[in-house]
């Protein structure tokens, strides 16, 4: 009975370990699929920056002042620095020549603006032209 069970177990990570294997070998053997999967990665960074840069935005803009909205400010461009760091990891320098060459401008303005923020007492003024930073790659808007 339990032989039975760890036999099953051992089946049961072969196989998860095979799939595993399966993707690593894909990613170098065919290259468009691979290309593909990076695609689809670009634009959910993407959502996700557009999605920050919106909210930045609008606490920029609020009525309160820039300074009541310090905080979630500050959370919102770590998370467009997180999510722009993930672009600058995968192996495709390559394959995207654009962002290859505007990528550490972008990061390089957006972790300045919020430094600045962080800073005692805070810098509004980078912040701004963060949510237009998206131009390094977008052409004019
Ligand atoms: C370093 C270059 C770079 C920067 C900076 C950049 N983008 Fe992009 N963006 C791209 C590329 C490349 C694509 C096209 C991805 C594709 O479809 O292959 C794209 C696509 C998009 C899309 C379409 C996503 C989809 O669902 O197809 C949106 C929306 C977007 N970007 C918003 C933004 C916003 C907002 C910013 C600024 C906060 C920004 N981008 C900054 C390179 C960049």
């Known amino acids: 009975m339990s032989y039975r069970l760890v ?50 935005n609008q606490l920029l803009q609020s009525n309160d002042g820039p300074q009541a909205k310090r905080t979630e400010i500050i959370v919102h ?20 020549p654009l962002i290859d060459m505007n990528l550490p401008s972008f990061r390089r303005d957006v972790k300045f603006a919020r430094e600045a923020i962080e800073r005692e007492p805070p810098n509004f003024l980078l912040a701004g032209p963060v949510t237009g930073a998206c131009v390094y790659c977008h052409g004019g808007r």
């Open 77 to 96: 461009l770590r998370a467009m620095e997180q999510a722009a760091e993930k672009l600058d990891q995968s192996g495709w320098p390559t394959n995207h």
């Open 7 to 56: 036999f099953l177990a051992l089946i049961a990570l072969e196989l998860s370990g095979c799939a595993d294997f399966a993707r690593w070998v894909r990613q170098y053997t065919y290259p468009p699929e691979f290309r593909y999967i990076e695609r689809d990665e670009v634009r959910s960074t993407m959502r996700e920056l557009a999605f920050h840069s919106r909210e930045l």
